[in-house]
């Protein structure tokens, strides 16, 4: 036979339920956050190797093995986007597998000729260096110092290209634009050379973000 609680004892029990409750979870954040610290200064560790090991060769010997790795994705995947990324991430030892993902539709986003993906992925290389954390939202000074390497780059790109947006790229290199979602329009791109044109648009892109890393490091280590 089940003993009857009293109401007191139930509202105890209850208590300390809550109690025990809230610090489990708060034993919980602070070990998500030690993990998330535990992870950050394990890419911070591997990024700063990357870096020294870089800054050691050649640069024109850097720029070939960024060569051969765009080449190597764009053969793969035909995506920019992806490409430009995963060459940079490979290079300088970033820690974006995710990222790598969500940039599968960010080719001229959503191949709707608007921003060029050898855009999109430099910045996002970029975010995951100098950006900001979920515990660090609030810092306003990171948010701004990415900025200045970001834009950098692009006013680089833009330089290069005469524009960071798909349509106009397209145009400067193939004479006009094609709309990519049109199946018939798709297939003239990729009979006018598309992956060895776009490829050369991305290797320029991720030579240009290797310098911008690669000096800004150089003078935060002098």
């Given at each position: 036979?089940?003993?009857?609680?009293?109401?007191?004892?139930?509202?105890?029990?209850?208590?300390?339920?809550?109690?025990?409750?809230?610090?489990?979870?708060?034993?919980?954040?602070?070990?998500?956050?030690?993990?998330?610290?535990?992870?950050?200064?394990?890419?911070?560790?591997?990024?700063?190797?990357?870096?020294?090991?870089?800054?050691?060769?050649?640069?024109d010997l850097v720029m070939k093995l960024l060569d051969q790795k765009v080449n190597n994705y764009m053969q793969i995947s035909y995506n920019c986007a992806q490409s430009?990324?995963?060459?940079?991430?490979?290079?300088?030892?970033?820690?974006?597998?995710?990222?790598?993902?969500?940039?599968?539709?960010?080719?001229?986003?959503?191949?709707?000729?608007?921003?060029?993906?050898?855009?999109?992925?430099?910045?996002?290389?970029?975010?995951?260096?100098?950006?900001?954390?979920?515990?660090?939202?609030?810092?306003?000074?990171?948010?701004?110092?990415?900025?200045?390497?970001?834009?950098?780059?692009?006013?680089?790109?833009?330089?290069?290209?005469?524009?960071?947006?798909?349509?106009?790229?397209?145009?400067?290199?193939?004479?006009?634009?094609?709309?990519?979602t049109n199946p018939e329009e798709l297939k003239e791109f990729q009979e006018a050379g598309a992956t060895d044109k776009c490829s050369d648009v991305v290797r320029n892109?991720?030579?240009?973000?290797?310098?911008?890393?690669?000096?800004?490091?150089?003078?935060?280590?002098?």
């Amino acid at each position: 036979m089940k003993k009857k609680l009293k109401r007191r004892d139930f509202i105890y029990s209850t208590i300390a339920a809550t109690i025990g409750s809230v610090a489990l979870g708060s034993c919980s954040i602070k070990e998500k956050e030690k993990s998330n610290r535990e992870i950050k200064d394990s890419d911070e560790s591997t990024f700063e190797n990357k870096i020294s090991e870089n800054l050691e060769m050649p640069r024109d010997l850097v720029m070939k093995l960024l060569d051969q790795k765009v080449n190597n994705y764009m053969q793969i995947s035909y995506n920019c986007a992806q490409s430009s990324f995963l060459a940079l991430k490979e290079q300088f030892g970033l820690n974006g597998d995710d990222v790598l993902k969500a940039l599968t539709p960010l080719t001229g986003i959503a191949e709707r000729g608007e921003t060029c993906g050898a855009v999109i992925g430099p910045l996002m290389a970029f975010g995951l260096i100098y950006g900001r954390g979920e515990n660090e939202l609030h810092d306003w000074d990171i948010y701004r110092d990415s900025l200045i390497p970001s834009g950098k780059f692009c006013k680089l790109f833009e330089e290069e290209f005469g524009s960071t947006m798909c349509f106009d790229i397209q145009k400067e290199i193939f004479g006009r634009s094609f709309h990519l979602t049109n199946p018939e329009e798709l297939k003239e791109f990729q009979e006018a050379g598309a992956t060895d044109k776009c490829s050369d648009v991305v290797r320029n892109a991720v030579r240009f973000a290797a310098e911008i890393i690669l000096e800004r490091e150089k003078k935060s280590k002098s």
